[in-house]
């Protein structure tokens, strides 16, 4: 069992920073990956990064070159650090854990960017 708490989101205006934080608790010896979603208002989760096991990233195109997503050397916490936030990254940042079989969800974290 893996749970998880995130904490950082709030409001920022157009070209500020926030870093997000997600804490993992559990069985994190057997996390494979980790990864960050939005959901912005009537859409589906999007991903928007992620974190592999061996530190590889990837990072959709609309975060590209902004975001970063980075984890502890405990491989119990995961951030993601924003920059240059723009009104299109607001939404609700939900922290996402991968272990064999099954995937774990934090409780989401608002964070809204106005212009």
């Known amino acids: 069992q893996v749970q998880l708490v995130e904490s950082g989101g709030g409001s920022v205006q157009a070209g500020g920073s926030l870093r997000l934080s997600c804490i993992v608790s559990g069985s994190i010896a057997s996390i494979n990956s980790m990864a960050w979603y939005r959901q912005d208002p009537g859409k589906q989760r999007e991903q928007i990064a992620h974190?592999?096991?061996?530190?590889?990233?990837t990072y959709g195109d609309s975060v590209k070159g902004r975001f970063r997503i980075s984890r502890n050397d405990a491989g119990n916490t995961v951030y993601l650090q924003m920059n240059d936030l723009k009104p299109q990254d607001t939404g609700v940042y939900y922290c996402?854990?991968?272990?064999?079989?099954?995937?774990?969800w934090g409780q989401g974290t608002p964070v809204t960017v106005s212009s």
């Open positions: 974190i592999s096991n061996s530190g590889a990233t």
């Open positions: 996402k854990v991968g272990i064999p079989g099954a995937a774990y």
